[in-house]
């Protein structure tokens, strides 16, 4: 009976004509909608434009050389620019400040959603998002004159029990303002990113699923294992990524903690890093104009790297979220 | 013969509505859907429905859940469009006109058909007295006494005397029922000819009901009113006609479509007779 | 009356005062035992106390679940004392910072500091010349033109996401997500590179307010993003369905519905940038002296005040620079609190 009536009329075209007030209203919200992405294509396009020249001169010996030579204009010999070494001691204290943050933070984030009191919850809550908005400048001030002390100490103490590795060999007696101290910093700024995040990530778990391992006899931990772990894992892993972002592009708390060297070494004790994102700064007060250009192309690639891993971050944690 | 009963009961209520109406003056503008489809992508969730609305009348939509009455109902005041994925095929004629045709003003077409939504939604950031006018200055229409229109539509709406003292509250302070009112009565604001209700009272309880019922049969003497509604004692007791929509897991079609007396009491298809009979649905 | 007797509530399930017997003690003697580990051999110091506190409290809590149970409690144990450790460890460096801030800032802290600048005051000069208006002023001056420049850019990118959702709504919102990732940094060189290189102006305010508004407008795009996704869609289509164009309906009804939220995001934006430094060490000149003119010339703001003290490095510049965290610190944490109170009141809907 109903496959008798097999014609259908053909779907009318739905023409709604917007008055002019509604188009004026459309095409305002659009441009300022579409305003994020001319800025960032501006962004790029000027430090691009800026730092052309040295790209050009440098080569790719800008990616990998570690000399950083301007010579006196009565010298007359060329500059020599090349951030190798700063990106190299940037992944560095990136990836020191990750190995304390991650797990502390998923552990943080793990006693928030499973262990903790619920009174104690909203306060430590509070203090993870105060931790988030303190200003940069103050972590560098407060880890140059109360952790660093402490750190130098810590240090000492890793240098001491465990200096036949290589990373903890100390070739001079300089164990402050280094990557390792450094990385303290960052760990402690980044520890509320990756919290908050990972927090949010485990209470979407299905409750049904973590019911269900409960029902089957776990312990806590080992329902966090078999359900939270598996469910939560791109989240958190985007969480560490965004974290390590925002370390890679920390400027100010940096600097007051890390004595920035043109140089590559695996000592992570020592009293020598690198860092874009500081030798910027560092750089910026006294540079010449041509200094200036590869100072803008020092700023593009650091741009380009936070732009990819925050892509990629939100890209894991967006797909998370959805399942 | 007991399971009849029930058709029995609502029968009763209809016609006992209907004999209590009388004769009245027909008041407002008809509007009549003709061969309406409609589609949400590739889903084909209306098929072929045809309803006249009389003037001054009251039409209850009924049939269970997914059977398309709501998107009928906001297919008549261009509310479907909003939807991306929506399509349409038919014609909705309000004066004799298609509200359809390329090139109409829709704010115009949603001005002379109000709607009120299953969920009270006064607007939260207004008072009573502003909900009220919104309409005015939504649709940026002149009105010479503001005051006057105000206690008209809330005297109309059944509301006036339970907030005359308080005009100067914000809505979400009033009881659901009476939140339900403040929207009929922003509605009749704009004097629309037919006012569409989606499920008005499904949120609120059986003594906010009764209150709502009332105020559609005192407003049914001037305009046309469609109701859908899941409830079908709710339909035998306000509305002059029925429709029944059914979907048997494809497009919705309208069943049947006649007085609400012959529906209850006398439906020419059986699957009618067994909705309003409580067999399925 | 029947005397009906109701069983008194109880929660078996919770902990009872004989069971917590054994954990009490077991912690007692955890304490015990590390005092004696830290008193009787070579490990000493506080950090020695806490890591050897840590380790036996592990092998203890372990030990008696395995005791009690199995190799999978004594695992749950482990994990479960690591967890509360982490969870701990959070709060330490909030604590040790404010404490910090407060201990050496409030020494430098007087009425007369918000009175004058450092335009006539030695590095060195004591604590009681001298004063951070100009700062104050700086930063004030920043924050109402990043707002300014951030706050319309901000709302109509989340209207454009939530209001008309056009083709692009995925990928400017993909792109608003990341671009609150940008090192500061990046965006003081770009604001350098138009502001002063391209265009040829002076360091001045309004330079780094402009760097501070990139900062800015995907903190109040994505906050105000959440507000409006919040407005029930209800409210809009009954404003449409009263003859409402698009426009009169958002203007009238979803923003002042979304107000105290759209409020909120802008401080949450402001909280986030008042203490920005880097963008600000490249485009404001950092000046001594109050500069009233927010669009020419050097000026400084709170942050830069404390880089320059910070890299001054003599006591009292030192100590200057504690007292201007300090200040910073009131700052963020006073618009911190405004953002708790205004999204904690209760909404009208």
């Known amino acids: 009976m109903s496959t008798a009536t097999s014609t259908l009329p053909p779907k009318r075209e739905i023409t709604t004509k917007p008055r002019f007030s509604d188009k004026v209203f459309r095409a305002v919200v659009t441009t300022g909608g579409f305003s994020s992405l001319v800025i960032l294509g501006l962004i790029s396009l000027f430090l691009l434009y800026n730092g052309l020249n040295v790209f050009r001169t440098e080569g790719l010996g800008f990616i990998t050389g570690f000399d950083w030579i301007v010579p006196l204009p009565e010298e007359g010999l060329p500059a020599q620019y090349g951030i190798g070494a700063m990106l190299y001691g940037t992944v560095v204290i990136g990836l020191i400040a990750l190995f304390f943050a991650f797990p502390i933070s998923v552990g943080a984030a793990l006693f928030l959603s499973y262990y903790a009191p619920d009174w104690l919850k909203k306060p430590m809550v509070l203090v993870i998002d105060v931790m988030a908005a303190i200003p940069s400048i103050v972590f560098g001030l407060w880890g140059f004159f109360v952790l660093m002390p402490h750190a130098e100490y810590w240090a000492k103490l890793i240098h001491k029990y465990l200096g036949f590795i290589p990373i903890f060999d100390m070739p001079a007696n300089a164990f402050t303002r280094s990557p390792f101290i450094a990385g303290l910093v960052l760990a402690i700024m980044i520890i509320p990113i990756i919290t908050s995040i990972s927090r949010e990530i485990f209470a979407q778990t299905p409750l049904d699923r973590i019911q269900a391992a409960y029902a089957l006899g776990a312990t806590k931990w080992s329902m966090i294992k078999s359900v939270v772990f598996p469910y939560g894992r791109g989240g958190v892993v985007g969480g560490a990524m965004l974290g390590l972002g925002r370390a890679i592009g920390e400027t100010v708390a940096v600097y007051t903690v890390l004595n920035i060297v043109f140089d590559i070494r695996i000592e992570v004790l020592l009293s020598a890093g690198g860092s874009v994102a500081s030798m910027i700064v560092n750089k910026f007060g006294e540079a010449n104009p041509d200094e200036l250009k590869a100072l803008m192309a020092s700023g593009f690639v650091l741009f380009l790297v936070t732009l990819l891993i925050n892509f990629l971050a939100n890209f894991i944690i967006n797909r998370t979220a959805r399942e | 013969m007991s399971q009849a009963n029930p058709v029995h009961s609502l029968a009763n209520v209809a016609a006992a509505h209907s004999a209590s109406k009388g004769d009245h003056h027909i008041a407002g503008t008809g509007i009549e859907a003709k061969n309406i489809h409609a589609w949400f992508g590739d889903k084909h969730v209306i098929d072929d429905v045809s309803i006249d609305f009389f003037p001054g009348t009251v039409t209850a939509l009924i049939g269970p859940s997914g059977c398309g009455k709501s998107t009928f109902i906001r297919i008549l005041n261009r509310m479907h469009e909003f939807i991306p994925t929506a399509a349409m095929a038919g014609e909705v004629l309000l004066e004799g006109k298609d509200i359809y045709q390329s090139g109409t003003d829709v704010t115009k077409i949603r001005l002379g058909i109000g709607m009120v939504f299953q969920k009270p939604n006064p607007f939260p950031s207004m008072t009573i007295k502003e909900n009220v006018l919104s309409g005015l200055k939504l649709a940026q229409l002149k009105v010479s006494n503001q005051s006057e229109l105000l206690e008209s539509c809330l005297v109309r709406a059944g509301l006036w005397n339970e907030v005359k003292d308080r005009l100067n509250e914000y809505g979400g302070a009033l009881s659901g029922g009476q939140q339900q009112r403040l929207c009929i009565a922003r509605s009749l604001a704009v004097s629309p000819q037919v006012l569409l209700m989606d499920e008005p009272c499904s949120a609120l309880d059986p003594g906010s009901t009764l209150r709502i019922e009332e105020t559609i049969r005192e407003l049914s003497a001037s305009m046309t009113i469609i109701i859908v509604t899941h409830n079908m004692q709710q339909a035998a007791r306000v509305s002059d006609r029925t429709g029944f929509f059914l979907s048997d897991g494809g497009p919705g079609r309208l069943i049947e479509c006649s007085s609400t007396s012959e529906i209850f009491s006398n439906p020419k298809d059986k699957r009618t007779e067994d909705y309003v009979t409580g067999r399925f649905g | ?349």
């Open chain 3, 1 to 349: 009356m029947s005397t009906v007797t109701i069983p008194r509530p109880s929660k078996p399930w919770g902990v009872n005062f004989k069971q917590a017997i054994p954990d009490v003690v077991a912690a007692f003697a955890t304490l015990l035992i590390t005092y004696a580990i830290v008193a009787y051999t070579p490990l000493k110091g506080k950090l020695a106390f806490v890591i050897v506190l840590f380790l036996v409290a592990v092998i203890a809590s372990a030990a008696i679940s395995g005791i009690r149970r199995d190799r999978k409690a004594a695992l749950n144990s482990i994990s479960t004392v690591m967890i509360y450790v982490a969870g701990m460890f959070v709060i330490f460096p909030l604590g040790s910072i404010l404490y910090e801030i407060i201990r050496r800032g409030i020494g430098g802290l007087s009425l007369g500091m918000f009175s004058t600048d450092m335009a006539v005051t030695a590095s060195d000069a004591p604590l009681s010349e001298g004063g951070l208006i100009h700062a104050v002023v700086g930063t004030f001056y920043i924050v109402i033109i990043a707002s300014l420049i951030s706050v319309p850019i901000g709302i109509l990118t989340a209207l454009y996401l939530t209001e008309i959702k056009g083709k692009a709504a995925g990928t400017i919102r993909f792109f608003v997500q990341a671009m609150s990732g940008i090192p500061s940094i990046v965006a003081g060189l770009f604001i350098y590179a138009v502001w002063m290189i391209a265009l040829g102006n002076q360091y001045s305010a309004a330079a780094g307010a402009m760097a501070l508004a990139i900062l800015m407008i995907p903190t109040v795009a994505r906050t105000s993003e959440e507000v409006l996704k919040l407005i029930p869609s209800d409210l809009r289509e009954a404003g449409l369905a009263m003859g409402g164009t698009q426009w009169r309906t958002v203007a009238m009804i979803v923003i002042p519905a979304a107000q105290s939220g759209l409020i909120t995001a802008v401080i949450l934006g402001v909280a986030r940038v008042a203490g920005e430094t880097a963008p600000l060490l490249l485009t404001m000149g950092g000046a001594d002296a109050l500069n009233l003119n927010p669009f020419a010339g050097n000026s400084s703001a709170i942050p830069f005040y404390v880089w320059k003290n910070f890299l001054l490095g003599t006591e009292t510049a030192i100590d200057r620079a504690w007292s201007g965290v300090l200040v910073l610190m009131i700052i963020v944490l006073f618009f911190f609190s405004l953002t708790r109170f205004l999204s904690g009141r209760k909404g009208r809907f």
